[in-house]
């Protein structure tokens, strides 16, 4: 009798964690981003995909239900989240939120020519002209997000054509220098390739237009 006693409270006891175990975790589907998203991204259905998690419920708690899956299209990130990975509630701009931003107005061929995309990173290039004729190149700021790309009008030259581009501004603290080469300077976008960390060098030239 004892020993039968023993083995009927290791079983409760297996079946009382069991039982905790289960109140602690539970599973559902679960939004994933399908892509790399850069913060700033408008969200697509095709950036979106499900996936069944199980986890603790503090954990999903933090993560963006499959029921809201529809809600989420044409919001924008605040935060940037790799393939495969959930979305949380808060990596979802607030409306009236989302990342700091900046819109420039670009020539038409400085802006690869029409080939910009939204998501593409971009360098800022901007060149300044002095009464003596001579200019100075330099990086207003690196590795910038594009946000929305205008369209020019319809029937202007694509050679005179200017279109706004809106960034992300990880700093706000180049909003200045980027309004400044807006205003009075030649601005040229540079898409970030996949060496993106190669030093950009400064250039100049002197008044008859000869590099110094």
Do not use: C
């Not at 038409?108 to 190149?137: E, I, K, P, Q, Y």
């Amino acid at each position: 009798m004892p020993l039968i006693g023993i083995v009927l409270l290791a079983v409760s006891a297996v079946g009382y964690i069991a039982v905790a175990a289960g109140s602690r975790t539970r599973g559902g589907e679960v939004v994933v981003a399908a892509r790399d998203l850069p913060a700033g991204t408008r969200l697509t259905t095709a950036d979106l995909r499900l996936v069944r998690l199980t986890a603790g419920r503090p954990l999903l708690a933090q993560l963006v239900p499959a029921s809201d899956e529809t809600a989420l299209v044409g919001q924008r990130l605040a935060t940037p989240v790799l393939a495969g990975l959930p979305l949380g509630r808060e990596s979802v701009a607030q409306p009236g939120g989302g990342p700091a931003a900046f819109t420039l107005t670009v020539a038409a061929l400085h802006a690869l020519g029409g080939n910009l995309a939204v998501g593409d990173r971009v360098s800022v290039l901007a060149t300044f002209s002095s009464a003596t004729g001579a200019a100075t190149a330099r990086v207003i700021a690196r590795h910038l997000v594009v946000l929305a790309v205008g369209q020019p009008p319809a029937g202007i030259d694509q050679a005179s054509a200017t279109v706004p581009v809106t960034v992300a501004l990880p700093d706000p603290g180049v909003a200045a220098e980027l309004a400044l080469a807006n205003s009075v300077g030649k601005i040229d976008l540079l898409r970030d390739g996949g060496n993106a960390a190669a030093v950009i060098r400064s250039a100049a030239t002197s008044g008859n237009g000869a590099a110094p």
